[in-house]
């Protein structure tokens, strides 16, 4: 059985986008491609409404081939303890109000069980600042943490 993995809308966008001018960013597109070309199939891959949402807004030609990324990947549905958990990590403020939709992707990938919440938001997510937070407030309401990453930290060798 593969590992599980939340795909956070950041993936998507880092694989579809214009190189950046940013060093940094093209860096992180790069190893965004390198990982979807050579690791992803060790993965079962989801993502959620929210992604979903996500990825169509926006540009059209890079929303279709952003939707055209997720469009087959299994969608995780939006419960009761999901939005529970989301709102716990927002009345903690361990993710600010003004960033719900990350709340709402940390709760999917805590509430559904996976394995690994995959995001380049190192702002409200990927974020050593507050992943000790995050885990304590998943365990609080009874879920496990996923391992939250960025795509280089999935690489190997």
């Not at 992803?40 to 949402?53: I, K, P, T």
Request: with cysteine.
């Amino acid at each position: 059985m593969k590992p599980r993995l939340y795909l956070e809308t950041t993936i998507p966008s880092y694989l579809v986008s214009r190189r950046s001018r940013n060093v940094v960013v093209a860096g992180h597109q790069e190893i965004t491609r390198l990982w979807w070309e050579h690791r992803r199939q060790h993965y079962d891959l989801y993502v959620s409404a929210l992604v979903r949402r996500e990825v169509s807004a926006g540009n059209a030609e890079l929303a279709r081939k952003r939707m055209a990324l997720v469009g087959g990947l299994q969608v995780l549905e939006i419960t009761d303890a999901v939005t529970n958990l989301s709102e716990h990590l927002l009345e903690r403020r361990i993710v600010p109000a003004t960033a719900a939709t990350d709340a709402g992707h940390i709760a999917l990938a805590a509430v559904h069980g996976m394995h690994y919440l995959l995001t380049w938001n190192c702002a409200h997510i990927a974020n050593a600042a507050v992943r000790n937070r995050i885990r304590l407030a998943c365990e609080e309401l009874h879920f496990e943490c996923p391992i939250i990453c960025t795509p280089e930290m999935l690489m190997e060798g």
